[in-house]
């Protein structure tokens, strides 16, 4: 059986991650450095010390890197890498600050784009964390960098990533990418991206293509 690691994971367990994840044949290892969701494994994701090197066959990583210093994010990719296989790969997915610039600009700050399980979610928190949970004391929710297509996959370029594919949801305000440390057909790469990214994403981006055209 196939692991991958469930990293940042709050509460959330394998179910609420990917199709692809969701199934018997991947074993999940949760990890989170709020000991209060009883993850597998304790600690940052820019030192995973307790994860051992080539150990995991996938990464899963949901709305974290942006709770990162911009200058702590290469060592949390440098981890990544670390702990996959050499035919491992990452799933990750965050904020599009493209999108919610969009809203900014339009004076929408503080209004709702969208509902979730936390309740309403508005532009401030997108670009900031989530104001509710921060107020009354929750500040592993603080977000300290983000990321648009174009920077996303350039910094997992520069992070040694061989191969990447990306897109973009405007309308959900997220970024999808799925990263691997070998060389993949674009063939490879996309049916294993379409395998992990939403349903409602129709094709992902090959590195090569422009980011900024993906949808």
């Not at 994010?73 to 981890?79: I, R």
């Not at 997915?93 to 309403?120: F, H, W």
């Not at 990214?197 to 949808?215: E, G, K, L």
Request: glycine share 4%; net charge positive; hydrophobic share 45%.
């Amino acid at each position: 059986m196939a692991t991958f690691l469930h990293v940042g994971c709050g509460t959330k367990y394998k179910k609420a991650t990917t199709r692809g994840f969701n199934t018997r044949e991947w074993n999940e290892l949760r990890l989170d450095i709020d000991p209060k969701v009883k993850p597998d494994v304790i600690g940052s994701i820019t030192q995973m010390t307790a994860v051992q090197s080539q150990s995991m066959d996938a990464i899963y990583s949901s709305h974290n890197i942006e709770h990162l210093n911009a200058y702590e994010v290469p060592a949390a990719l440098s981890e990544f890498k670390r702990v996959l296989s050499n035919d491992g790969f990452l799933v990750l997915t965050c904020p599009d600050l493209q999108s919610v610039a969009e809203l900014i600009a339009r004076d929408k700050l503080m209004q709702p784009a969208y509902n979730s399980a936390a309740g309403p979610i508005n532009p401030l928190d997108m670009v900031f964390g989530l104001q509710s949970a921060i107020a009354k004391g929750n500040h592993f929710m603080a977000h300290r960098c983000g990321f648009t297509q174009k920077v996303l996959v350039a910094t997992l370029k520069a992070a040694g990533f061989a191969s990447i594919a990306s897109a973009r949801r405007p309308t959900a305000f997220d970024l999808w990418v799925l990263a691997s440390k070998v060389k993949l057909k674009d063939t490879e790469l996309q049916d294993l991206a379409m395998a992990h990214f939403p349903t409602n994403i129709s094709a992902a981006r090959i590195p090569m293509a422009d980011p900024q055209a993906a949808t």
